[in-house]
C-alpha cells in the first residue's frame, strides 16, 4: 500500500521568508506525488506534480518540489511566501492498481503567514 | 471551460434521514472519484467511476452508494445518515489518460448532519 506523511499539522512564517512543507512517501513502486492547496470552504487545487520526467518540479504560484529518491521525500517550497499562501497543504500519492484516481492523501499541513 | 460543479454547497439533515449529493464533471472526463473530508480522519477515498461503472471503492460502510450516469454525472448516496457522516465531501473529475493525470476537484458538499 501507497502512503505519504506529512510532518507538521502547522506550519507558521513570516512574509517574505522561505516556505517549507514536508512529505514523505512510502511505495512500492516509483510514486506519483501530488501537491494540492485548499482554500477555506473552496475545494482542491493542483499546485504540483511529480510523474518521473524531472526531480525538480515547479508549479503555480512559485512553488516547487523536489523528489527524492533516497530520502522517499517530496517536500514543497517557495522563496518567499506572500500572505495569500495562507491555506492548507496536501501532498498526495496516486495509486498503482487498475483505477487511476484512488489519490491517498496526508493529512494536510496549515500553513499561517504573518505580516 | 466549466469546472467540477457539486450541489448543493451546503446541507443540513437529521440523524437517520438519507442524503444524495451530485457532481458535474468536467466536459470530456469520464473518472469520477469521490472523498470524504473530516477534521479528525483527513482526506478519505470513497468510490470511482468510470464510465458508469464502479471501478474502486473505499473503506466506507455499505450505507455509502454512488452512481454515474451515461453523462457522467456521478451523485452518491448516504442512507440512515450518523453524525459521524457530518462532513465536507468532495469530487473530483479526470480524463483517465494514466495514474499521473490531474483531478479537478469541486468545491465539495457540506454536509452536516444533527
Known amino acids: 500500500a501507497q502512503s505519504v506523511t506529512q510532518l507538521g499539522s502547522h506550519v507558521s512564517v513570516s512574509e517574505g521568508a522561505l516556505v517549507l512543507l514536508r512529505c514523505n512517501y512510502s511505495s512500492s513502486v516509483p510514486p506519483y506525488l501530488f501537491w494540492y492547496v485548499q482554500y477555506p470552504n473552496q475545494g482542491l487545487q493542483l499546485l504540483l506534480k511529480?510523474?518521473?520526467?524531472?526531480?525538480l518540479v515547479k508549479g503555480i504560484n512559485g512553488f516547487e518540489a523536489e523528489f527524492k529518491k533516497s530520502e522517499t521525500s517530496f517536500h514543497l517550497t517557495k522563496p518567499s511566501a506572500h500572505m495569500s499562501d495562507a491555506a492548507e497543504y496536501f501532498c498526495?500519492?496516486?495509486?498503482?492498481?487498475?483505477?487511476?484516481?484512488?489519490?491517498?492523501f496526508g493529512k494536510g499541513t496549515l500553513l499561517t503567514v504573518n505580516p | 471551460k466549466a469546472g467540477v460543479t457539486q450541489t448543493p454547497r451546503y446541507l443540513i439533515k437529521t440523524r437517520g434521514q438519507q442524503v444524495t449529493l451530485s457532481c458535474s464533471p468536467i466536459?470530456?472526463?469520464?473518472?469520477v472519484s469521490w472523498y470524504q473530508q473530516t477534521p479528525g480522519q483527513g482526506l478519505q477515498f470513497l468510490f470511482e467511476y468510470f464510465s458508469e461503472t464502479q471501478r474502486n471503492k473505499g473503506n466506507f460502510p455499505g450505507r455509502f452508494s454512488g452512481r454515474q450516469f451515461s453523462n457522467s454525472r456521478s451523485e452518491m448516496n448516504v442512507s440512515t445518515l450518523e453524525l459521524g457522516d457530518s462532513a465536507l465531501y468532495l469530487c473530483?473529475?479526470?480524463?483517465?489518460?494514466?495514474?499521473?493525470?490531474?483531478?479537478?476537484f469541486g468545491q465539495g458538499t457540506r454536509l452536516t448532519v444533527v
Open positions: 511529480y510523474t518521473s520526467a524531472a526531480t
Open positions: 473530483a473529475s479526470s480524463t483517465d489518460r494514466g495514474r499521473d493525470t490531474e483531478a479537478f
Open positions: 466536459s470530456g472526463h469520464r473518472s
Open positions: 498526495a500519492v496516486s495509486n498503482c492498481g487498475g483505477s487511476n484516481y484512488k489519490l491517498t
